[in-house]
C-alpha cells in the first residue's frame, strides 16, 4: 500500500506539471484524471476544484443513491474536514486534529491517532474546535492539531513521526489556533493559523517535508514600530499603511487560517489573508490607511518565502471581510488571451479572477448582495466603499454579514462547463461599536458585534447595548429582502453572472462537490443530501441521512464501486457565536453525533439517529439576592462565554441546565481548568475569583427564570 501512496501523490504532483503546460480550460482538471478513483488532496487535485472526473454515478441513476456505511467519530463538536482517499484507504480528521485510517469500501477501522491537544486552545477558536483536514505525501500524512502542533504521521500505521510547534512566540500568551488544512507545495509544507479574532499576527510558515525543520515564515502584517524595524522587507511598505496610534497590542490579525494553493510550475504560494484586528480602525477618534496584507491575496515564492505580489480586496476592513476562502487554480481564456487564473468567491461577496503569475485583477463581480461597496474600480481593483455601511456613529445594517456571502465551505469549479458552483449567503447583520455602551469588548468580535436580522431585538438587547433603532428603519433604502437565506449558485466565470440558482435549507450548509456525471452535491443543515443537475440546478436526489452537513463531499471509486462520502456534523461560525439551532435542523433533532457518511448506488436509506430530548431542568442552587453582582455577571458572561454557550439548545452546552455537581466546581472550571481536556478552557487571566462569582451568580438567576417560565 505504501509504494501506492507515494506514487499516487508523486503522481498527481507530476500530472499537475504536465498540466500547467497547456492554456486550454479543460486541462485543468487532467491531474484527477490521470488517478480517477482517488482523492489525493483536500480539493481533489492540485487545482482544488473539488471536481471528480468520475462519473458511474450520473444524473440517470442518482436517485437510487443509498446507504453504504458510516462511522462515528465520538464528538459532537463541528466537523469541517475533507478526507483523503488513496489506494482503498480513506484518512479524515475530526475536531482539535484527530485521524482516522478506514478501509474506504466497508468502513473498518484500520487506525486511528489522538494528538493529544492541549484543550485550553479550544477558548481561542472562535468558532469551534475544527479542522479541515490533512495532507499525503511519501507515505506520511501531515495534520495540524488546534494547539498549533503540526504532526507527520507512518499512513501505515497511525504512529508519529515527527511534530513541530508552529506557534510564534510565547505560546502562554499566543491565541493561535490551527484548524486548516496543510498544503504540499514542492518538498516542503506550508501552514498558516487561526487568531485574527483575537491578539494574534499572521503568518505562515514552509517546513521541510522529512524532517519538519522550519524552511521559512512570512509574516502578512507589520509588528508594533516601537520594536524596531520591521522584521521582513514587504513589511517596510506596509506598515506605513497603518495608523502609527493602532491598537498593536491586538496583534493586528491578517491570519491565513484556510484558502491555500501552490502552482508547481510557477513555484508560487497562495493564500489568502483575514482580517484586521480589530476591525474598527476608527474608535478613539483613530484613523487609518489600507492595512497592508490583511484582507488580501498573496504570493510568495515557495523557495525563498519572497513576496511575489499581492491584491487587496478590502483595504482598511471594517467589515470583517476575510480573504481565506478556498482557491482555484485553473487555465482559460480570458478577453481571448490564455491566462493562468486564480479565483475565489470572497467573504465579501466578490467573485475575484488573477492571473496567478502577476496578480493582476482580471475581474471582480459580485455574486450576491452587497452595500458596503458601489463596486470594483477595474482600473485600480480598489472597492469604492459606500459611506451608509459606516457604523462608526450609529448601528448600520450591512451585507454581506461577517459570516461572508461565502465562508470557508468549498465551491467547485467544472471546467467543462464554466461554472463555479458556489454556497452563497444571502444574509446582512447590523454592525454597532460597543466601546461607549455598557456591552464593551465581545471577544472574538473586539467592540464590534454583529447581529443578522433573526437575532436583532432592541428590547432585548436595551440592557447590554442601550437604545438601537429598529430594524425597519436600518433596512430603509436596502433593495433586497433582509432575511438570511442560503443558495446553491452556478456562476458562468467567463460571463460574469449567475446561470442558475437553487435556495438551500439554512445560509449555513455545506460545501460542493461537482463530477463530471453531471452533478453538482451539496449535504445541508436540515440533515439532507442533495445531488443536482450542474446544467440546469434541478434537484435530481435528496437522502435523508439525519446529521447536519458543512463540509464539502468528495467522491471514490473501489473495486468498480463510486462512493459518495461527506463528514458530518454541525458547527463553525455560523452556529458556535451566539445563537441556538435551528428547530428543523437535523442536530436540534437528532443531536450532532459527527459522523462519516458514505453513499452508493442501489443502497438502503441511511439510519436515522434517534431523536433529541431535552432533560428535565435539574434545581438550581439558591438564587442570589445581590443584584449588582447579577448585572456584572451578565456583561461578563456576554463578554467571554455567550459566543459558545447559548441559551437553548447548541453545539455546547446550555449553562442554565448545570448539573449540581458542576455548580459545586465552577470556578475550577472557570479559572482551574478542570474541564481543558474537555476542550472548556480556564479564563484565569481576563477574570478575577470575584468575576467567577458574578457569572456563576448570573447564570443561577437565568436558570430560575427559566424554571419559572411557562
Not at 492571473?355 to 448582495?369: I, Q
Amino acid at each position: 500500500m505504501m509504494n501506492k501512496l507515494a506514487a499516487a501523490a508523486a503522481m498527481a504532483l507530476a500530472a499537475g506539471l504536465a498540466a500547467l503546460s497547456g492554456c486550454h480550460q479543460q486541462e485543468s482538471a487532467a491531474p484527477a484524471a490521470r488517478e480517477p478513483d482517488q482523492w489525493l488532496t483536500v480539493g481533489g487535485d492540485w487545482t482544488g476544484a473539488y471536481y471528480s472526473p468520475l462519473k458511474d454515478i450520473d444524473a440517470g441513476n442518482v436517485g437510487r443513491l443509498g446507504f453504504a456505511w458510516d462511522y462515528r467519530l465520538g464528538t459532537n463538536r463541528g466537523q469541517e474536514s475533507t478526507p483523503l482517499v488513496i489506494d482503498g484507504v480513506m484518512y479524515a480528521t475530526s475536531n482539535f486534529g484527530r485521524v482516522y485510517a478506514l478501509d474506504a469500501a466497508s468502513g473498518r477501522e484500520l487506525w486511528k491517532y489522538d494528538p493529544r491537544t492541549d484543550g485550553q486552545w479550544a477558548r481561542y477558536a472562535c468558532c469551534d474546535a475544527v479542522n479541515r483536514g490533512l495532507a499525503a505525501f511519501g507515505g506520511r500524512l501531515y495534520v495540524g492539531a488546534l494547539d498549533g502542533w503540526l504532526h507527520a504521521l507512518d499512513a501505515r500505521t497511525g504512529q508519529l513521526v515527527w511534530k513541530v510547534d508552529t506557534v510564534v512566540g510565547r505560546r502562554e500568551h499566543a491565541p493561535y489556533t490551527f484548524s486548516g488544512a496543510p498544503l504540499l507545495a514542492g518538498n516542503l509544507l506550508i501552514v498558516g493559523s487561526a487568531g485574527g479574532d483575537f491578539a494574534a499576527r499572521g503568518y505562515v510558515s514552509a517546513y521541510d517535508l522529512t524532517n519538519g525543520e522550519l524552511r521559512w515564515r512570512f509574516f502578512t502584517v507589520p509588528r508594533n514600530p516601537a520594536d524596531g524595524p520591521q522584521d521582513q522587507p514587504h513589511l517596510a511598505a506596509a506598515v506605513k499603511t497603518w495608523n502609527p496610534a493602532h491598537r498593536w497590542g491586538a496583534g493586528s490579525g491578517g491570519t491565513v487560517w484556510d484558502g491555500m494553493a501552490y502552482d508547481p510550475m510557477l513555484r508560487l504560494v497562495y493564500f489568502g489573508t483575514g482580517n484586521a484586528a480589530p476591525y474598527n480602525s476608527y474608535v478613539d477618534g483613530r484613523h487609518t490607511g489600507d492595512q497592508l496584507y490583511a484582507a488580501s491575496i498573496m504570493a510568495v515564492h515557495a523557495d525563498s518565502g519572497a513576496l511575489a505580489w499581492y491584491y487587496q480586496t478590502v483595504p482598511g476592513d471594517r467589515w470583517d471581510f476575510d480573504s481565506t476562502q478556498k482557491l482555484i487554480l485553473a487555465d482559460m481564456s480570458v478577453d481571448g488571451r490564455p491566462r493562468r487564473v486564480l479565483m475565489q468567491a470572497a467573504k465579501n461577496g466578490f467573485y475575484y479572477v488573477l492571473d496567478r503569475s502577476s496578480g493582476e485583477l482580471l475581474s471582480a463581480h459580485n455574486f450576491a448582495f452587497v452595500n458596503w461597496t458601489r463596486g470594483v474600480d477595474p482600473k485600480t481593483g480598489r472597492p469604492l466603499p459606500d459611506p451608509a455601511a459606516d457604523y462608526g456613529r450609529s448601528p448600520k445594517l450591512v451585507f454581506p454579514s461577517e459570516a461572508g456571502a461565502h465562508n470557508w465551505q468549498p465551491m467547485a469549479f467544472d471546467a467543462d462547463r464554466g461554472l463555479t458552483f458556489i454556497p452563497v449567503i444571502e444574509s446582512g447583520n447590523v454592525l454597532l461599536e460597543t466601546s461607549d455602551r455598557r456591552a464593551g469588548l465581545v471577544e472574538g468580535q473586539f467592540t464590534t458585534p454583529a447581529f443578522v436580522p433573526e437575532a436583532y431585538d432592541p428590547a432585548a438587547m436595551l440592557r447590554l447595548y442601550g437604545p438601537l433603532p429598529p430594524l425597519a428603519r436600518l433596512a430603509r433604502g436596502i433593495n433586497t429582502d433582509t432575511a438570511s437565506r442560503g443558495y446553491l449558485r452556478a456562476w458562468n466565470v467567463a460571463q460574469h453572472r449567475t446561470v442558475w440558482e437553487v435556495q438551500t435549507a439554512t445560509s449555513w450548509d455545506g460545501g460542493v462537490l461537482a463530477t463530471a456525471g453531471g452533478l453538482v452535491m451539496q449535504g445541508d443543515a436540515n440533515g439532507n443530501f442533495n445531488a443536482y443537475s450542474a446544467d440546469t440546478g434541478e434537484r435530481l436526489a435528496s437522502v435523508a441521512v439525519g446529521s447536519s452537513m458543512l463540509a464539502a463531499p468528495i467522491t471514490y471509486r473501489v473495486n468498480g464501486t463510486q462512493y459518495i462520502a461527506i463528514v458530518a456534523g454541525y458547527g463553525g461560525g455560523g452556529v458556535i457565536t451566539g445563537t441556538p439551532l435551528d428547530p428543523a435542523s437535523a442536530a436540534y433533532r437528532y443531536g450532532n453525533d459527527g459522523r462519516i457518511i458514505v453513499l452508493k448506488i442501489g443502497g438502503p436509506p441511511p439510519p436515522l439517529p434517534p431523536l433529541m430530548t431535552d432533560q428535565p431542568l435539574p434545581k438550581p442552587p439558591a438564587r442570589p439576592a445581590d443584584t449588582a453582582q447579577i448585572d456584572a455577571g451578565e456583561v461578563l458572561y456576554n463578554r467571554f462565554c455567550s459566543r459558545c454557550h447559548v441559551f437553548g439548545r447548541g453545539i455546547l452546552p446550555d449553562l442554565r441546565r448545570m448539573q449540581p455537581a458542576t455548580h459545586a466546581i465552577f470556578n475550577a472550571i472557570v479559572l482551574g481548568g478542570a474541564y481543558a481536556p474537555k476542550g472548556m478552557g480556564r479564563f484565569d487571566d481576563v477574570l478575577t475569583p470575584i468575576d467567577a462569582e458574578a457569572v456563576h451568580a448570573y447564570l443561577i438567576d437565568q436558570a430560575w427564570r427559566m424554571q419559572a417560565a411557562p
